[in-house]
């Protein structure tokens, strides 16, 4: 089958959602303003913190280091651990629930080809720091943990809790338990990791946490986990290829795709609800949620005026939330676009059976199979929507594998890259999370952070009056 993303935004236009939608007129214009956006994407491409663009050669030393040490952890270990948040984790999790048996965990090592059991522990919930510590055999097990800045309080946490345990029980040779994704110069790990002479890969300086996915954050844990990452890396190149091609919303579906929401941000469309029909592309949603949302939501433009600009983005699972969210969005307030993604052909097909001819209302369900329901659940969802004059576009694609997924996830970068240019923001940084960040070193008691810890302390006294 051929591996192929299609974009379809024909519910995004005034003939299907009447004044809610785009006129041909306004495409046109559009097409002007999103060549703009293109042209200067372009040229920034692999500059700056657009390092991610030029990250698509499958032919490099570093590809041949990743698949060479996925395949001694294969043989050696049967789980693989990641430790991270955010940029860090979501990309890793986002593969393994698309490509992996989506009860990876739960198979027995033969049915899994004795790939390792896959964990991220993307949280500092004791709770569940402690749950995994009491499933994990240690001897059996390996730890990645990944950090850009190589600080992030949460991850170093986890490392050092880590770490100390493999210490205790290995000694000199906890280092072979241990793997370091982060960048060459930024924070601690880096050091500790040469210190304690831990396998390490790079997280190149011009990629940022969200963009990393196909940086050794994303690949070595894919690579783990039996992932064709060469036919990833080439997804990704298509996609990057095709949108390279074309300053036009008309050819270039990234750029197609983030001018549309443009312009509905500035329609009070403020809600971007990413709605996969696949139980494999839920933490794809997720990984999507965070792009979307750190990236746009920016309190200045580049020109440093005050402009609060973003669209809130929120996960829904077709068909499930059709039993949850699908009501508010169908008839409730009319700030929103929702993006299906769909899939023509998936990778297992189960058949409705029979039995109850007698109650005709059941037994028109029978010899149809799952696939036709989902995929009927899906169109009745667009028509519900459509009719209802919502706008709401489509990405399809042809099966989910490798080489589609890296279309996809290059496809959701551009977009932002372009939505960010149009904003004229800087879609690469995010002030808000360092200033958590900050306040959490400051309230920890990190050295250097005294004079935030103070304006903390300053913070005027919650009101008892108000905590009832
Ligand atoms: O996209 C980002 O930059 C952030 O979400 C980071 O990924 C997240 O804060 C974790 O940072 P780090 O990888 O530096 O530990």
Redesign the pocket.
Known sequence: MENRLKFDFNNMLSQYVGEEGFTPDDLVNLDTLAGKASKSVKESRGKGMMGWTELTSSNTSEIADIIVTANKIKNKFDAFVVL???????GPMALFQALCHLRHNELPATLRNNVPKFYVEDNVDPERMQSLLDILDLDKTVFNV???????S??MSQFLIINDILKAKYGSKAAEHMIAT??SK??NLIKIAQDEGLKTFV?PAGV?????VLSP?GLLPAAVLGIDIKAFLDGAKTMSTKCLLSDSIFNNPALASATLQYASMNRCKNISVMMPYADSLKLMADWYC??WG?SLGKATNNTGKTVNVGQTPVKALGVTDQHSQIQLYVEGPFDKVVTFIGVESYRATVTISGGYDKYPSVAFLSGHTLNELISAEMLATEYALTRNKRPNNKIVLSTVNANTIGQLIMFFMLETAYAGAMLDIDAFN?PG?EEG?NATYALLGRAGYEAKASEINAWPAKDPKYII
């Open positions: 991270g948040i955010g940029g860090s984790a979501l990944i950090t850009k800045s190589g600080s992030t949460e991850t982060t960048d930024a924070g997280i940022g946490g969200r963009f990393s954050v965070q792009l750190e995010q999370v960040k």
